[in-house]
Nanobody
Framework: QVQLVESGGGLVQAGGSLRLSCAAS????????MGWFRQAPGKGREFVAA????????YYADSVKGRFTISRDNAKSTVDLQMNSLKPEDTAVYYC?????????????????WGQGTQVTVSS
């Protein structure tokens, strides 16, 4: 049974930093592209960042480029999202996701497995 478990969310002031982590189990982690998505109240789920199998390729939404960094550790089956210079508009539930595909990695429908999400709240 595949499980993706996010951690690291919380409340932070604008300009601050948080590091999210996602621990995967029940799958051959190195065979999966990993992504982070987020969903704010009343809005749809949106792409944040993705990383290729080896970590050699990364993808970011324009809204987080230069502020967020995605990384992975295949030995530990974890993927992290370092979030710096946080803004109130970054407030959302953040989800970790896994896909065997290497195309359309910015699209929610591409992903096979999802975590339960972790809340990130940025106060102004």
């Amino acid at each position: 049974q595949v499980q993706l478990v996010e951690s690291g969310g919380g409340l932070v002031q604008a300009g601050g930093s948080l590091r999210l982590s996602c621990a995967a189990s029940g799958l051959t982690f190195s065979n999966y592209y990993m992504g982070w998505f987020r969903q704010a109240p009343g809005k749809g789920r949106e792409f944040v960042a993705a990383i290729s199998w080896s970590g050699g390729s990364t993808y970011y939404a324009d809204s987080v480029k230069g502020r967020f960094t995605i990384s992975r550790d295949n030995a530990k089956s974890t993927v992290d999202l370092q979030m710096n210079s946080l803004k109130p508009e970054d407030t959302a539930v953040y989800y970790c996701a896994a896909t065997v595909a290497r195309l359309r990695v910015t699209t929610t429908a591409t992903y096979n497995y999802w975590g339960q999400g972790t809340q990130v709240t940025v106060s102004s």
